[in-house]
Each structure stands twice: as C-alpha cells, then as structure tokens.
C-alpha cells in the first residue's frame, strides 16, 4: 500500500490568503507531482520534481509554488489565493530509472470564497 | 507539447458486457503507460506497459500496448457495477519521468 500523504483533505479559506498544501511520502520516491482536477475533468500536471532542489512546471500554467528541500516532502504554496484557485489538488510520488509507477494521495479540495 | 487522448469520452453499457477503452498518445521520450481507475478521490493504479504487444492481465483486466502505431487499449470483460469509474491513462516521459494524463473515460455499468 501507498504511503503518500496530504493535507489538508479539506480546506475553505477566504481571498486574498497565503495556504500551503502539504504532500508527504515516506516510499523515498526521488519522482513527486502535484496535479490539478476539476470535478469531472481530467488531472492536469501543474509541477513536479524528480529530486531534491529540483523542480519543473507542468502543462497548466499555475501561480502556485513549489519546493523540494527534502526528498519525501513536496509542498505547493499560493501567495493569494483566488476564487479561480477552487479545485482538486493532487499530489503523487514514482521511483524508477525505466518504469515509473506513480502513487496517489488522497488529494486537498480547495475552496477559495 | 505531449498529447494523450482518450475515447470514448464517456460509456453507459450493462453489467455482463465486454467494454474496450482507447488511450492514443503522441509524446516525446516515451517511457511507459499507465491505466489508473478513480472512483471518488484518488486514482488508484491498474496497469504498467513499456513493451509493445504483452499483455497484461488482472481478473476480468487485460491491457495492451502498441509502440508503433502509438496506442493502448484496455479491457474490461463481464463488466460490474463496481466498475463503474472514470478511466484514466498516462504516459510517462523524459528522464524527469514526467506524467501526462488523458481525459479520462467515465464507465457506467448498469444493472
């Protein structure tokens, strides 16, 4: 079984307000990932790492943040949050120099009101 | 930019039936192939292909991938209602092994 952590699962916060999602893993994955998901709709990739002090943005543009200071912490940070940041935040981790399988946490659902 | 495109988008089909959900992909640095299935929350994962042409099976799932013509299928046979999920494949790439999903099929299976 995957230990891959977020928190918080569920968060309500006003505009204007500095949050940070926080990702855990305790697999010792170099590969972690944040993902973007309306209801409904597809993931999209909006950062990910594939080790200590490295990071990349995804496809969809994002104005959030992220850091990569130890290899089993992934945290995703925006500055102000906006009503156009309400979704589903999606944090995954992979190993593997060939085949990468990535494991999912239980994802944060955001709502910025 | 990488592309991975799923049909149907969306299938309503009755418990017992066979279905086939489609992942065509045009990537660079293609390292693998993912099938997840989300129900509520977070995907969870179903298939792994790297190589073209082997079969993977688990119970009444069975994928396969084909490197050539740049697609991947996968079945699901004696469908259930507790299949009833949204589909989703991903293919990895580059050497940051980086992830980029389809749209996703949503099943419906019912009685």
């Known amino acids: 079984e995957a230990d891959i952590y977020q928190t918080p699962r569920y968060l309500v916060i006003g505009t204007g307000k500095k949050i940070t999602l926080e990702c855990s893993q305790t697999m010792g994955h170099d590969k972690m990932y944040w993902y973007q998901q309306d209801p409904g709709m597809e993931l999209h990739l909006i950062h990910y790492?594939?080790?200590?002090?490295?990071?990349e943005k995804g496809d969809l543009s994002s104005e959030s943040t992220v850091s990569r200071i130890r290899t089993e912490h992934f945290p995703l940070t925006l500055e102000s949050a906006r009503p156009s940041h309400t979704s589903q935040y999606l944090c995954a981790s992979g190993q593997g120099a060939r085949d990468t399988e990535a494991f999912f946490g239980q994802g944060t659902r955001l709502t910025v009101v | 930019e990488d592309k991975v495109v799923q049909s149907p988008l969306s299938l309503v089909v009755h418990e017992g039936d066979t279905v086939t959900l489609n992942c065509s992909y045009e990537?660079?640095?293609?390292?693998?192939l993912l099938w997840y299935k989300q129900e509520k929350k977070a995907p969870t994962f179903l298939f792994m292909l790297?190589?073209?042409?082997i079969e993977k099976k688990s119970g009444r799932l069975s994928s396969i991938l084909d490197k050539k013509e740049l697609f991947s299928i996968l079945n699901i046979t004696a469908t259930q209602t507790g299949d009833s999920a949204i589909y989703l494949c991903a293919v990895v790439t580059g050497t940051a092994s980086k992830l980029t999903f389809g749209t996703g099929t949503r099943l419906q299976v019912t009685l």
């Open positions: 990537v660079t640095n293609f390292r693998s």
């Open positions: 790492s594939y080790g200590v002090n490295s990071t």
């Open positions: 790297t190589s073209s042409g």
